[in-house]
């Protein structure tokens, strides 16, 4: 079972908003609401940014939103500041009977 | 407030087992919120999910490398751990530890990463 798609990059300048796109099959992202989203800097773990495609964890700024429509799962940056650049990755469950985790390849999100 | 590290040989041969264990801190591993696991990155690219483990001893794998690992947990001491068989460079990666809330699929709670180097 492939990865679920993402874009390589994106950028955006500060204060702008970016939306990156995370396509799956209806098999995994259009099955359940289980798609989160995480945020990694150079050298550092990925953190949670967005789990059960929309949801904020306590501590993340409501800049940062998640929507859903049909297969594809959406991670949008309101209000861009530079400490947002990193690579961005999807996640979604994807069944019982199939590859249960799929991530996205990433996306580099440049501030410009 | 719980954190997680890995520990482990940082190279391992080629056809060898590569054993990694996370020790989970600050909390219970046996708590029946969660699930524990392992996710791999290889330098430079993307991310893939290889197992995860509920405290009583269910596991879940990734169906591309099951045949090769085996996800374990002691209680006793904390911890769970990760081999995988007859490695190649392919394996060749940082594998983290991760926490998972219940049947949610989420990864919440990551340890910093081990980086793993298969060669001879």
């Known amino acids: 079972q492939s990865a679920l798609t993402q874009p390589a990059s994106v950028s955006g300048s500060p204060g702008q908003s970016i939306t990156i796109s995370c396509t799956g099959t209806?098999?995994?992202?259009?099955?359940?609401?289980?798609v989160s989203w995480y945020q990694q800097h150079p050298g550092k773990a990925p953190k949670l940014m967005i789990y059960?495609?929309?949801k904020r964890p306590s501590g993340v700024s409501n800049r940062f939103s998640g929507s859903k429509s049909g297969n594809t799962a959406s991670l949008t940056i309101s209000g861009l500041q530079a400490e947002d650049e990193a690579d961005y990755y999807c996640?979604?469950?994807?069944?019982?009977?199939?590859?249960?985790?799929?991530f996205g390849g990433g996306t580099k999100l440049t501030v410009l | 407030q719980m954190q997680l590290q890995e520990s482990g040989p940082g190279l391992v041969k080629p056809s060898e087992t590569l054993s990694l264990t996370c020790t989970v801190s600050?909390?219970?591993?046996?708590?029946?919120?969660?699930?524990w696991g392992w996710i791999r990155q290889p330098p430079g690219k993307g991310l893939e999910w290889i197992g995860s483990?509920?405290?009583?001893?269910?596991?879940y794998y990734n169906p591309s490398l099951k045949s090769r690992v085996t996800i374990s947990v002691d209680t006793s001491k904390n911890q769970f751990s990760l081999k995988l068989s007859s490695v190649t460079a392919a394996d060749t990666a940082i594998y983290y530890c991760?926490?998972?809330?219940?049947?949610?699929?989420?990864?919440?709670?990551w340890g910093r990463g081990t980086l793993v180097t298969v060669s001879s």
């Open positions: 059960e495609d929309n």
């Open positions: 209806s098999s995994d992202v259009g099955s359940y609401d289980l």
């Open positions: 996640c979604s469950y994807a069944g019982s009977g199939s590859f249960r985790v799929l």
């Open positions: 483990i509920y405290y009583s001893g269910i596991t």
């Open positions: 600050g909390g219970s591993i046996s708590s029946s919120s969660y699930y």
């Open positions: 991760a926490r998972r809330f219940g049947d949610y699929w989420y990864f919440d709670l």
